[in-house]
């Protein structure tokens, strides 16, 4: 079976300073592994991926992510936050061997204080 | 990019009848699409998938009868709640299959009252 874990349930942060937002995973084959943002009452916007190759993912508005097959993680970064990145970020995992599903980590809100 | 529709964005329904959440593909064709839901401050919960001209696949725990999809285009799928009830108020996402990281709606906030 698949799995996300997102250890911190909220991360604050100064705006300009760097943000990471932490994810392990646990798959049987080949991760696929996702980044989505989610703004109040609205859906999922994605930020990125990682299918293979490089291992540093960069995405939408100025996020990277680092795979780190040792460690299991995908943690997401951001040189300079901004007080437009608080929102609420989920780390997702797809099986490459156990067909489409996605499976969620519990999110991480993130807090940006000017 | 791959656009994923979802209406309506919120809707308020007595308790014991029934409402639709449609999910679009609006710039491709969706032969896979899955419904969620989301409890507050909670992460997303997949209910099933939905399938173009075969019946929905649903996880462990999650009621067929209640919860009624419909895939029957390639760029349309539905979400039926039937006879709600309070506990089924929540925040319903729709997602696709597609090449790019898979698109979501924007989801459906249902209020059952």
């Known amino acids: 079976a698949q799995s996300v874990a997102q250890p911190e349930d909220q991360v604050n942060v100064a705006e300009g300073n760097p943000l990471t937002v932490k994810c392990t995973y646990s798959v049987s084959g080949n991760p ?14 994605f930020l990125l991926k990682y299918i293979t190759g490089d291992n540093l ?9 680092e795979f780190n097959k040792s460690q299991t ?12 990145d608080s929102a609420l970020y989920f780390c997702a995992v797809r099986d490459g061997a156990a ?9 991480t809100r993130v807090l940006v204080k000017p | ?14 308790s014991g009848t029934s409402v639709k959440i449609e999910c679009r593909s609006l710039d491709f064709q969706a032969t896979t ?12 919960m997949l209910m099933a998938t939905s399938n173009e001209g075969s019946k929905a696949t649903y996880e462990q725990g999650v009621e067929k009868d209640k919860f009624l999809i419909n ?4 760029t349309l799928s539905t979400l039926t709640v039937t006879s709600a009830h309070p506990e089924d108020s929540s925040f319903y996402i729709c997602s696709a299959r597609a090449g790019t990281g898979p698109p979501f709606g924007s989801g459906t906030r249902l209020t059952v009252v």
Not at chain 1, 32 to 44: C, S
Not at chain 1, 73 to 84: D, R, T
């Open chain 1, 32 to 45: 696929y592994l996702f980044w989505y943002v989610q703004y109040p009452n609205r859906g999922l916007q």
């Open chain 1, 57 to 65: 993912v960069k995405g939408s508005y100025g996020f990277e992510a």
């Open chain 1, 73 to 84: 993680s995908f943690h997401l970064k951001k040189p300079s936050a901004l007080v437009s």
């Open chain 1, 99 to 107: 067909g489409n599903k996605l499976t969620f980590g519990g999110g």
């Open chain 2, 1 to 14: 990019g791959a656009v994923v529709s979802q209406h309506p964005s919120w809707v308020i329904c007595k």
């Open chain 2, 33 to 44: 699409m899955f419904w969620y839901r989301q409890f507050p401050k909670q992460s997303l």
């Open chain 2, 71 to 74: 895939h029957a285009s390639l």
